[in-house]
């Protein structure tokens, strides 16, 4: 692509965003696409799946194409058309992506407004906290969000809360699923202000294996499930930091996660069946984790390096 056509499409995904997101937040509607910085971020969950967030930085050391590809994505942007060497993560303007801001929506992150006028995260925290510690990220990086909910029409944070929780855009429990009150939530994104719960993280390796996500799925997929698997099964017995004892963990997990015969979910109101649950195991799927190139090899490699 010459400079010219690149400077033009640059041009055009401009002036094209401008008239898509909402630049103030007193103005701000439902429905907005907003740019956010991750700083002003309120988390709505108390921990994540470090070992999912570990596959993406490290993904990111060996792959910077597939960095640049992710943030487009993030912006509702597609994904990645060209970009060079001077390239920078933060800086949008050096590269270029498929489409303009917001326009593919339904793979961008989600928030809420809240009272006290905070941006609430209710999607998005295992990619924004990669976004805060991968390289050319941090507190100051920004991205564009879907203004999901306002709830600055209730009259106090209590309201917002309980309004919160009614729509099931919080997740209230802790590593043992016990029941936590909002005030024991992480105050902003990083990756060491959540707790690593690694079921989570587990479901996550574990999709096209046993599971995968639904055509709709539910806020906090992953950690119905995580909540469902835990008193049934005992992730402590493997050894994560090895491709061998992740696999075995999967392996081993799958057939549990096949038997679950539910219509409440980890208190999700919704089946087994409906939340993704496959008719068997794929091993197909299952085999291409020990590939060089899979999110495990990836995980681990990078988990070696901490």
């Not at 299952?286 to 190139?293: A, G, I, L, S």
């Amino acid at each position: 692509m010459n400079c010219l056509n690149k400077s033009l499409i640059a041009l055009t995904t401009l002036i094209g965003a401008t008239s898509v997101w909402a630049q103030d937040l007193t103005s701000v509607k439902e429905g907005d696409v907003y740019q956010v910085t991750l700083s002003e971020l309120k988390p709505t969950q108390p921990s994540v799946g470090y070992d999912q967030i570990y596959y993406k930085l490290g993904r990111y050391q060996h792959d910077v194409k597939k960095q640049f590809d992710e943030i487009c994505e993030a912006n509702g942007q597609k994904g990645l058309s060209s970009f060079d060497e001077k390239s920078v993560p933060s800086k949008p303007e050096s590269f270029v992506c498929e489409q303009g801001i917001g326009e593919k929506r339904k793979d961008m992150k989600t928030i809420v407004l809240a009272p006290n006028n905070e941006i609430y995260l209710t999607d998005g925290h295992h990619t924004f906290n990669t976004f805060w510690h991968m390289s050319g990220g941090g507190s100051d990086f920004k991205v564009h969000v879907i203004v999901d909910k306002d709830y600055r029409h209730l009259e106090n944070m209590q309201a917002f809360w309980a309004e919160l929780e009614a729509d099931k855009n919080a997740w209230l429990y802790d590593l043992n699923n016990k029941a936590i009150i909002h005030d024991e939530l992480p105050q902003q994104m990083g990756i060491s202000n959540f707790a690593n719960d690694p079921y989570r993280a587990l479901m996550y390796y574990s999709r096209d294996v046993s599971w995968n996500k639904p055509k709709q799925p539910v806020p906090f997929l992953e950690f119905y499930w995580a909540k469902e698997l835990k008193p049934v099964f005992d992730l402590n017995q493997y050894d994560l930091a090895t491709e061998q004892g992740y696999m075995k963990a999967v392996k081993e997990a799958g057939d549990v996660i096949l038997s679950l015969d539910t219509e409440n979910l980890g208190g999700s109101g919704l089946s087994a069946k409906a939340m993704g649950q496959f008719d068997s195991f794929d091993e197909k799927s299952f085999q291409k984790m020990t590939r060089k190139t899979s999110k495990l090899n990836y995980m681990l490699g990078y988990k070696k390096g901490l």
